[in-house]
């Protein structure tokens, strides 16, 4: 009797002990769960913070700065920005000089919008029916009437490949085209636009 009162003693306590391990394991099972899961949902709001967060900042971006769009001087292998005010810019390249390359060392410009005969270019430097006009020349040059450098006396312009393309000094002294307040808000982009000239 007594054996076999041990007997089950030992077999309920190992039943216990059973019990008691597979518990342990069970509860450090859902610990690690818990907490794995717990780090995953912080990690996935993480990264949907972060992009909501960069689709925001892409949009914003793309709403302040659009694609800017150019008008290619196919002649020089570089082209102008348009912005707002001269957004239907043209050119038409001037015939009475040329530089050492054999290119005209100036263009003609005038925007579509603006119809009036004394403010479309033609190609001869005579009639200055032009808005305004971009200039050619090797940036060490000097103008021939004044005897200045030629990025002092046409500081709106920039160096490319060994050529300087300023504004002329022209831009906006025709009257009766637009009002003054357009002329002046076409001359203020057209200055910007000249020193951002780039390689096409």
């Known amino acids: 009797m007594t054996r076999e009162t041990n007997a089950r003693g030992f077999g309920v306590i190992g039943i216990l002990l059973a019990i008691v391990v597979i518990g342990i394991f069970v509860a450090g099972g859902w610990i690690v769960y818990h907490n794995d899961h717990k780090t995953n949902n912080v990690i996935n709001k993480t990264t949907n913070n972060t992009a909501k967060s960069s689709k925001s900042n892409s949009s914003s971006q793309s709403a302040t700065n659009p694609t800017q769009t150019y008008m290619d001087i196919?002649?020089?292998?570089?082209?102008?920005?348009?912005?707002?005010?001269?957004?239907?810019?043209?050119?038409?390249?001037?015939?009475?000089?040329?530089?050492?390359?054999?290119?005209?060392?100036?263009?003609?410009?005038?925007?579509?919008?603006?119809?009036?005969?004394?403010?479309?270019?033609?190609?001869?430097?005579?009639?200055?029916?032009?808005?305004?006009?971009?200039?050619?020349?090797p940036p060490g040059d000097t103008d021939p009437v004044s005897g200045k450098p030629i990025s002092t006396k046409y500081p709106y312009g920039t160096t490319i490949d060994g050529y300087y393309y300023a504004l002329g000094d022209e831009r906006t002294l025709v009257s009766g085209c637009a009002s003054q307040n357009t002329l002046n808000s076409i001359d203020a982009a057209l200055r910007s636009a000249a020193q951002k000239i780039v390689n096409d």
């Open 74 to 137: 196919s002649q020089w292998g570089v082209k102008i920005p348009l912005f707002s005010e001269i957004p239907d810019l043209y050119y038409v390249v001037g015939t009475g000089t040329q530089d050492s390359s054999g290119q005209s060392n100036t263009i003609w410009l005038g925007l579509k919008s603006i119809t009036s005969t004394s403010c479309t270019p033609t190609n001869s430097n005579a009639n200055n029916t032009e808005l305004a006009s971009i200039l050619r020349t």
